[in-house]
């Protein structure tokens, strides 16, 4: 969205994605174009507000998520090494006892 | 963050190498690894429980929005659903192998809840987010089944059931 001047006059145009291309519309001048101007102003504010809360939101869950990543390494190795202990071994992803000597 | 103390992330890398070593065939490293899981490792067993809790209390804190009621209400079904899990006289690793089953149920509910919320709100979402968030999501959920996997695999293999005894003020439970 952008004014363009020529001589002393103000001319509104919008741009619009369309094909891969951007096109250039022109809306107006005077007050009319004005009021257009602030109502997309307004709603390209509301779309960066609303991007910015969700970029937010999306890092907090990933932080949320990741926070216990430690710990469930730990309780993996845990349990591991207590099948172990016990005798049993991994064989094709199943848990078996190891057959004795 | 949530971190393990520094001990205690020493400790777990120490018995994973004793771990990897008995799964070798090292019968000497078996031995140890039994020692240390009888002696030294349930104490860090009971601090990873301990993180385990504290994270979960996170979790419901979030999930509750800023409501006392609802954080209170989720602590305790999550705690619940620990009990349950963990059965009768549980080992402490089964306690705490529940502990994380409990904690990554309340992450997925939270996960599945904050991207309905986006589904509703009248500004929608945009498709970038949605694909991020279900990325996330998904990724949870994989971790919640291969938890509770473990749980049964340890449960299983432990044996269906458990004596309790005391030996010296101390409770310990024996594998029958």
Known sequence: ?101 | MLELPEDTRKRIHELQELSDKAQDDDQGARQELRRQLAQEVPEVVARCSDSARTYRRLLAKRSSGGSPLVEEAISERARRMVLELAGENPTPLEVLLSERVASLWVLVELQEALLAAWYYKAEGASPAFVLQMARLQESSNRRYLGAIKTLAQVQKLQGPSRVQVNIGGNQVNVSR
């Not at chain 1, 969205?1 to 891969?20: G, L, V």
């Not at chain 1, 430690?70 to 078996?96: F, N, P, S, T």
């Open chain 1, 1 to 101: 969205m952008a004014w363009e001047r020529r001589d002393s006059n103000f001319y509104y145009y919008q741009s619009k994605r369309a094909d891969d291309r951007v096109r250039k519309k022109y809306v107006g001048t005077g007050e009319v174009a004005q009021a257009i101007a602030h109502a997309d102003e307004t709603i390209r504010r509301s779309r960066a507000a609303r991007s910015e809360r969700a970029r937010v939101e999306l890092e907090e869950a990933r932080t949320l998520a990741s926070a216990g990543e430690g710990l469930w390494e730990a309780a993996d190795v845990l349990a591991v090494a207590q099948l172990v202990a016990a005798g049993y071994h991994k064989h094709k992803g199943e848990w078996r006892m190891k057959r004795r000597a």
